[in-house]
């Protein structure tokens, strides 16, 4: 079983940047595909942007696409979101999650075994 926990977030002026982190535990975790999904108030859970660890393949969603990137330091066991050119839209609870490797990409909730406890992103105008 893998554990995740998450931390790196905060308030931010839009335009500005954060960097979240996903620590990663657990005996098979570089078996697995870490993500990141947000939740906004009264809103779904959306996939934001995935990593296989075995190989550091990555797969974006078009919101985030050219201002967030993920990232794994191997040494450390983290997964990173470096958030840059953040709008208001980008508010929201961000949630580590792993999932099975195959199929990649997976953008979807319902693949997801295992998540973190979340960690809250607030852009201000």
């Known amino acids: 079983q893998v554990q995740l926990v998450e931390s790196g977030g905060g308030l931010v002026q839009a335009g500005g940047s954060l960097r979240l982190s996903c620590v990663v535990s657990?005996?098979?975790?570089?078996?697995?595909?870490l993500s990141w999904f947000r939740q906004a108030p009264g809103k779904e859970r959306e996939f934001v942007a995935t990593i296989k660890w075995s190989n550091g393949w990555t797969y974006y969603s078009d919101s985030v696409k050219g201002r967030f990137t993920i990232h794994r330091d191997n040494a450390e066991s983290v997964v990173f979101l470096q958030m840059n050119s953040l709008n208001v839209e980008d508010t929201a609870v961000y949630y580590c999650?792993?999932?099975?490797?195959?199929?990649?990409?997976?953008?979807?909730?319902?693949?997801?075994?295992?998540w973190g406890q979340g960690t809250q992103v607030t852009v201000n105008s």
């Open positions: 999650g792993a999932s099975p490797p195959r199929p990649f990409p997976s953008t979807l909730v319902t693949n997801v075994v295992t």
């Open positions: 657990g005996r098979t975790f570089s078996s697995y595909a």
